[in-house]
């Protein structure tokens, strides 16, 4: 049966441009803006940025292509699609664990990243009239340690992720996507043309752009490798969830290239923008998590009107955060919903109690609970974000390319994507049943062996 007959319990999302906007909004978020500058500069600028983008092309877009094939084929929940395609390819019917494991990751994603979120919301009240860059620096270490307010903005975040997931995800975002994150795209180019003015712009650029061959271990590649399925939303069923809604006529193909290409400019635009502050002030690459907090702010102070386009940053920095943690909660609550039959925001707030509990953890690592270190020597919210981006989203991907690319019938696949056989098929066909499996394997061996965790 094509998936033309078959129409998702849930409905189906119409026109080509709500399928793009909703994995748009997954894609593009904290990941983009906060977390790829700050780790750019942890690990070695252009080195890290280079494997990235090779992680991106050649892992990435094939496992994207691979997750929304088999949402919009099996029209369920993850869970329940896998198990219903593993049905289909008469298959271990255990399948459908990659598809809970993946709710199960996502919850754990939720939790500390609507922490990260609740900054970005915080700062929308800052007054942005510090008189250096190293003033921010320190009011972002103060501001690690007000636990009030992180576990305030935390909890008012989760609760409006829990709130339009509730509703049901196209009716609580759609608006808001198509509306604002085009601005939010036009405030990171002002950013641009404001790195220009400081002095230190082409020193920035090179920064991020000229590899340090030197520089590439096996940890930059493995953080590398989890910063391409964090960025992309993949390894844990998002897109999947998503692609149940696809019409049946839209190209997956292309699709997926335009959603990562989108991804990967507002990342690098953001990387453009922030390492030329950090060169004129003379501030550290690696500073960490705080980089954007104290690299925007001294920006804003500077540039004229500043202080409007600070505000609007942050708002908007905070949206495009809501329109990805939906898409991390809803793997899970349709799940529950479909196979447990309880309604909709009941599983919602269910799961997002568990993801605003095990945030608040998140919240106290860098203060009280500085200590608790359960992973190496990361405290809590680094440990969570260890072990989910650089652990089990790699692991989903593996899975989901071996799902596809050994497990399915080939027709089946082949049907579903609609393309003519051709070279571009045949390519992303390799790329996805030996190189995704097969490096990322090799890169998990090498991390382990390595030492990477200590
Ligand atoms: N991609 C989002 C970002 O860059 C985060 C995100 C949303 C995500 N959904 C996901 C990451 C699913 C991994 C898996 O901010």
Redesign the pocket.
């Known amino acids: 049966m094509t998936s033309e007959a078959r129409k998702s319990i849930h409905g189906t999302w119409t026109g080509k441009w709500t399928f793009i906007l909703a994995a748009a909004g997954?894609?593009?978020?904290?990941?983009?803006i906060w977390k790829f500058p700050y780790m750019a500069g942890e690990y070695g600028g252009g080195a890290f940025v280079l494997v990235y983008l090779v992680c991106i092309l050649l892992i990435g877009v094939p496992i994207m292509i691979a997750e929304i094939l088999l949402g919009r084929r099996g029209r369920r929940s993850p869970a329940n699609t896998m198990a219903y395609l593993a049905v289909e390819a008469r298959a271990f019917p255990q399948w459908k664990y990659l598809g809970m494991m993946g709710a199960v990751a996502?919850l754990l994603?939720l939790s500390f990243?609507s922490v990260a979120a609740g900054w970005a919301f915080a700062y929308i009240f800052e007054e942005f009239n510090g008189t250096s860059a190293e003033y921010y620096g320190q009011e972002f270490d103060s501001f690690l340690k007000d636990e009030t307010r992180l576990i305030f903005f935390h909890s008012i975040f989760i609760f409006a992720t829990i709130f339009i997931v509730a509703r049901g995800v196209i009716k609580g975002i759609e608006i808001w996507i198509n509306r604002l994150m085009p601005i939010l795209f036009i405030i990171i180019v002002l950013l641009c043309v404001y790195a220009t003015q400081t002095g230190a712009f082409f020193e920035g650029v090179s920064y991020l752009f000229t590899p340090d061959f030197s520089k590439i271990n096996a940890k930059v590649i493995l953080a590398a490798l989890g910063q391409a399925?964090?960025?992309?939303?993949?390894?844990?069923g998002?897109i999947m969830a998503y692609g149940a809604y696809m019409p049946a006529n839209q190209n997956i193909g292309s699709t997926a290239l335009y959603v990562a290409f989108l991804d990967t400019l507002v990342a690098l635009l953001a990387g453009i923008a922030i390492f030329p502050i950090v060169f004129a002030n003379n501030l550290e690459p690696a500073v960490g998590p705080g980089l954007v907090f104290v690299t925007l702010p001294w920006a804003f102070v500077n540039m004229p009107l500043g202080i409007i386009f600070g505000k609007l940053f942050f708002v908007l920095l905070t949206i495009a955060?809501l329109s990805?943690a939906i898409?991390?909660l809803e793997p899970g609550v349709a799940w529950i919903v479909e196979s447990l039959k309880i309604k909709r925001y009941i599983a919602a707030a269910g799961l997002g109690f568990i993801a605003w509990t095990l945030g608040i953890f998140s919240a106290l690592s860098f203060d009280l609970l500085a200590g608790f270190t359960p992973i190496g020597d990361k405290n809590f919210f680094d440990s969570l974000d260890f072990l989910s981006n650089q652990v089990l989203?790699p692991l989903g991907g593996i899975f989901i390319a071996i799902f596809v690319g050994w497990v399915m019938k080939r027709s089946d696949v082949f049907e579903e994507l609609n393309l003519k056989e051709g070279l571009v098929l045949k390519a992303w066909f390799f790329l996805l049943k030996f190189v995704s499996p097969l490096v990322v394997g090799l890169i998990f061996v090498l991390a382990v062996f390595f030492g990477v965790v200590t």
């Open positions: 997954s894609a593009v978020g904290l990941g983009n996502g994603i990243y399925f964090f960025t992309l939303s993949l390894g844990m998002a955060a990805s898409s991390l989203l």
